[in-house]
């Protein structure tokens, strides 16, 4: 019943690196939202792109919304350890007024 | 100020025992979301509530799950007979208004439960 899917399902970088996942979903949407899930802080909202959008930015984080393509992607600059998480993208789905999480890419990056 | 609390952090039940799940938003939140996830899985809805009225109950598993909030503020998860497949963390989230999903959600550190 997940509609995003993420990719990679994991990810491994060195400190330093940029880091890029991939979401896609299936039906149409009124926005897109990235999250990240790590021990320490449980799951914390990254940004919120809105249907109409095509980039947005927020510190070292880059998102881009495709609607013809049905996807969207997160690119972290400059990776640091702490970055180390899992990332996932909701989808709220526009007509059925449903919000579904994708299954997640897990980031590692080593110091 | 405070986050999001659910309580209790950590739940094992025996195989047909009920239990329930708190969770305290951030004051003054209008919405609250319940969501499940499993090992390895993305979180996946449950049901929400605008106030005290639950405009969506549609993602809750089988009649043996019940959320409530009566006043508005708290809710409670209750799973009723556990059964093994109901393993799984918990995770409450609140948000501000009652635009349901066109604003940020803020999540509870959840609760994992263990059905033995």
């Known amino acids: 019943s997940q509609q995003g899917e993420e990719d990679p399902q994991a990810l491994s970088i060195q400190e330093g690196e940029n880091a890029t996942m991939n979401c896609s979903y299936k039906?149409?949407?009124?926005?897109l939202q990235w999250y990240r899930q790590n021990s320490g802080r449980g799951l914390v909202h990254l940004i919120l792109?809105?249907?109409?959008?095509r980039e947005k930015h927020s510190g070292r984080l880059r998102v881009t919304l495709d609607t013809s393509k049905k996807s969207s992607s997160l690119l972290i600059t400059a990776s640091r350890a702490a970055d180390t998480a899992s990332y996932f993208c909701?989808?709220?789905?526009?007509?059925?007024?449903?919000?579904?999480f994708g299954s997640g890419t897990k980031l590692n990056v080593k110091p | 100020g405070a986050g999001v609390s659910q309580s209790p952090r950590y739940k094992v039940a025996k195989r047909g025992q009920d239990v329930a799940l708190r969770c305290d938003p951030i004051?003054?939140?209008?919405?609250l979301f319940w969501y499940q996830q499993a090992l390895g899985q993305g979180p996946e809805f449950l049901t929400y509530?605008?106030?005290?009225?639950?405009?969506?109950k549609s993602g809750l598993p089988s009649d043996r799950f019940f959320a409530e909030r009566p006043e508005g503020s708290v809710s409670t998860l209750k799973i009723q007979r556990t059964q093994q497949e109901d393993s799984a963390v918990y995770l409450c989230?609140?948000?501000?208004?009652?635009?349901?999903?066109?604003?940020?959600?803020?999540f509870g550190p959840g609760t994992r439960l263990l059905v033995l």
């Open positions: 989230a609140s948000s501000p208004g009652g635009g349901i999903y066109q604003e940020t959600q803020y």
């Open positions: 039906t149409s949407i009124n926005n």
């Open positions: 792109i809105r249907s109409n959008e």
């Open positions: 909701a989808t709220d789905e526009k007509h059925f007024n449903k919000f579904y």
């Open positions: 004051s003054g939140h209008v919405s």
């Open positions: 509530f605008q106030n005290e009225a639950q405009l969506d």
